[in-house]
């Protein structure tokens, strides 16, 4: 049997499929709504709608944000799906005046320091589960943590982890319940992670003490060298 053009598209083999998350992303994504089946769902960052594809399949109303005046049309594929042109701060502040309460939300929109601080703290009071893309990003999770600090709410910067691309560290999923308190108890065996181990590294690398230590291997090395290892012998 030939690969589904269901699967295919979810792997981003076909060309009009462009949800610029990873297929370990999209699996848990989708496995969330499955679970909580929302009526409604909110989502910071459209770009080209690979995810509100699926975030409309399972809910009842969605409501897509996005700066970038292509979301409007964009969304007119969905007849369920209402789209924002706005910044996230503009239309959270314009959906929580509204009275809008939300069972499923995904931030995925700027990705500075200030914004997803920002986002998950106005987000936190409209929605009840939260899903928050590129927590593997330095500038992300620390905005995430912040934001964190100051709610009481359950929270795992780690459901999905990221992964090292040529111009950093991206994706990774995490998950914050509103309706859980910071405390709860996890059935789960501890686990170290990615991101630790990453920071610890960087730290360990960037020492004065490696640097050294690491300048000392190098000297000794050449000094086992034959000095015409080195000498210029014509052929360059």
Aim: glycine share 6%; hydrophobic share 40%; proline share 3%.
């Amino acid at each position: 049997m030939h690969a589904s053009h269901e699967l295919r598209k979810f792997l981003s083999l076909e060309p009009e499929n462009r949800w610029m998350m990873s297929p370990v992303e999209r699996l848990v994504i989708v496995g969330l709504l499955e679970i909580l089946k929302p009526n409604r769902s909110l989502e910071l960052g459209h770009r080209f709608g690979g995810c509100t594809e699926y975030i409309a399949k399972y809910s009842r109303e969605v409501v897509s944000v996005d700066i970038d005046e292509t979301v409007l049309e964009s969304c007119k594929r969905w007849k369920n799906v209402e789209a924002m042109h706005a910044d996230s701060s503009s239309a959270l502040m314009d959906l929580s005046a509204r009275g809008k309460r939300f069972d499923f939300a995904l931030i995925d929109a700027d990705h500075s320091f200030a914004s997803a601080r920002d986002d998950l703290l106005k987000t936190a009071a409209l929605a009840d589960t939260i899903v928050l893309h590129d927590s593997f990003n330095p500038e992300c999770r620390s905005g995430y943590l912040a934001a964190l600090e100051q709610l009481d709410v359950y929270s795992d910067l780690d459901l999905a982890d990221g992964h090292i691309q040529s111009d950093g560290l991206w994706g990774g999923l995490g998950v914050v319940v509103t309706s859980l308190k910071r405390d709860t108890k996890r059935h789960l065996t501890p686990r170290i992670l990615n991101a630790d181990i990453l920071a610890h590294q960087q730290k360990v690398l960037s020492s004065r003490r490696y640097r050294l230590s690491h300048a000392g291997i190098l000297m000794r090395s050449l000094r086992r060298r034959p000095f015409d290892y080195f000498s210029y012998d014509g052929r360059y």
